[in-house]
């Protein structure tokens, strides 16, 4: 699977929660809770970028995992395949 | 992998074995153990094969057997828990026993979401405690083999095989109610303030005035998670409201949905199959005690009731557990 880049627009929507996601990995939603909590208490463009990293770190270690692959289409679209 | 309740002879003769274990039982029974591969915390109550129970005669114990590549246990102190994830295996799962309030359960109550590399990895576990009978006259205990501890935390870092993966869920029968949108200024175990729907207010008051009732948690939606604190004190007198785990500031929360029958709710949302196939859970003293489980059965899921329930956070009348499967 291939994990869009960090410059992708959705890495910053999902963070934001901008839409209505329905997501299925616990540990990407606990993630995301923290990541949304972080950019609302400090909306400085480093710390959304040091999110997104860390978000795409996350799904590079775990994209093995069927609920994150699952996420990750989710996220991205079907397209990310 | 399995779990079961044994007597305390039993379990000497499995850590004597070499056996690698995770238990739960009173502590008098815990202390006499021989050292060995084994971690604990303090608990009478159970989810056990008859029902909910009480016990000091027994303890509840989880078996890591053949289907693991290795395990290690750990203990962890203030300093060196934010680490924990770093530590975990690359592929397999880490069970976390706390005991209940102590500092460390409060510092990782509030800043496990920070840890480096948080919920890169499953992270399960629970809180210990005590007979509600001996509250301030004992305090919950860890166990790293022998060693006990008051302060720290203890840890079972467990290395599966490549064609296996762990998965943590929750079963949490609690859903927000439409009521009022409840905002917190700060971070914390207790609140006197909250904003309740965009205007501040005193909280115990309002709690008080609109007759809220306690035995229900704040509810958070977490990206579809719902993620519970429950109320442990209202002092109307102090105007402060006190819980069994923090409240974030930045987060919206609502007073839970009634729940008519915990064991109906229940049962109804968890698969009647599951039990065989979960490798650890527990499920919270609250949910014991307010729903008055004792001596009554939950889908054959069995595990320690605890005093605060761990999914990669502290969380709170809820159910949660770690199923290990096949990767496809």
Redesign the interface.
Same mark, same amino acid.
């Given at each position: 699977m291939r994990i869009p880049g960090i410059n992708d627009p959705n890495w910053k929507n999902i963070i934001q929660n901008k839409a209505s996601y329905s997501l299925e990995s616990l540990a990407t939603k606990v993630i995301l809770g923290r990541m949304n909590l972080t950019c609302q208490n400090n909306s400085s463009p480093e710390v959304m970028q040091n999110c997104i990293s860390e978000l795409r770190s996350f799904f590079e270690s775990n994209a093995h995992l069927q609920k994150v692959q699952n996420d990750i289409k989710t996220i991205f679209g079907e397209g990310v395949l | 992998m399995k779990q079961a309740m044994f007597d305390l002879a039993t379990v000497q003769k499995k850590i004597e074995n070499g056996e690698k274990l995770i238990l739960a039982g009173d502590e008098e029974l815990l202390r006499q153990l021989p050292d060995g591969a084994w971690i604990a915390g303090t608990i009478p109550y159970f989810m056990s094969e008859k029902g909910g129970s009480f016990t000091k005669n027994e303890i509840y114990v989880t078996e890591l057997t053949n289907d693991i590549l290795s395990a290690q246990t750990k203990s962890y102190s203030i300093e060196t828990l934010p680490q924990i994830y770093l530590d975990a295996p690359k592929n397999g799962f880490s069970v976390i026993i706390l005991p209940a309030f102590s500092e460390i359960h409060k510092f990782f109550a509030l800043k496990s979401? $920070?840890f480096e590399k @948080? #919920?890169?990895s499953?992270l399960i576990g629970w809180v210990s405690g005590i007979s509600l009978d001996d509250l301030g006259k004992a305090t919950p205990k860890t166990f790293k083999g022998i060693q006990t501890h008051e302060n720290e935390a203890v840890v079972f870092h467990v290395e599966l095989p490549p064609n296996k993966?762990a998965?943590? &869920? =929750?079963v949490n029968i609690f859903d927000q109610g439409n009521g009022d949108t409840i905002k917190f200024p700060e971070d914390g175990f207790s609140a006197q303030e909250a904003i309740v729907n965009g205007e501040r207010v005193n909280f115990a008051t309002y709690i008080e005035q609109n007759q809220i009732d306690i035995k229900l948690p704040l509810v958070a939606d977490? !990206?579809? #998670?719902h993620?519970n604190t429950s109320f442990q004190n209202v002092d109307t007198d102090a105007k402060r409201v006190d819980f069994y785990a923090p409240v @974030? $500031?930045?987060?919206e929360y609502k007073i839970a949905s009634p729940v008519a029958n915990y064991i109906s709710e229940f049962t109804s949302t968890v698969p009647a199959s599951l039990g065989e196939s979960i490798f650890f859970s527990c499920n919270c003293i609250l949910n014991y005690l307010y729903a008055d489980l004792e001596g009554k059965k939950l889908n054959d899921i069995t595990g320690p009731i605890t005093f605060g329930e761990v #999914? !990669? &956070?502290l969380l709170n009348q809820t159910m949660t557990y770690l199923v290990i499967e096949d =990767?496809?």
């Open positions: - | 979401p $920070s @948080f #919920a890169n499953p993966v998965d943590i &869920q =929750l977490v !990206y579809g #998670a993620i @974030f $500031s930045g987060i #999914a !990669y &956070q =990767l496809n």
